[in-house]
């Protein structure tokens, strides 16, 4: 199954431990039975959101949240706006 995830989600697994972070974890680790795509602006308002709000900064670190966002840009599949609608 293929599936794109809304940033809320995985801005919520990089900061807490609920289902959000359940979700991504098995993705991340391989053992989910989907794959994610994305467009590039949707990765850049992940990136966005984890590195550059202070208050994030109590929940993750910026280091974190860098390696965090450079791990799902290299397992997602990128593809163009247009082809998610």
């Not at 208050?55 to 966002?69: M, P, Q, T």
């Amino acid at each position: 199954m293929i599936v794109v995830i809304d940033a809320n989600v995985f801005v919520s697994a990089a900061i807490q431990r609920g289902a959000p972070f359940r979700i991504i974890e098995s993705w991340l680790s391989g053992t989910a039975d989907f794959e994610i795509v994305m467009c590039p602006e949707l990765l850049g308002e992940i990136r966005e959101v984890l590195t550059t709000r202070p208050r994030l900064r109590k929940w993750i670190s910026l280091e974190n949240a860098e390696l965090f966002v450079d791990t799902i840009e290299t397992l997602v599949d990128l593809v163009p706006e247009a082809l998610l609608r």
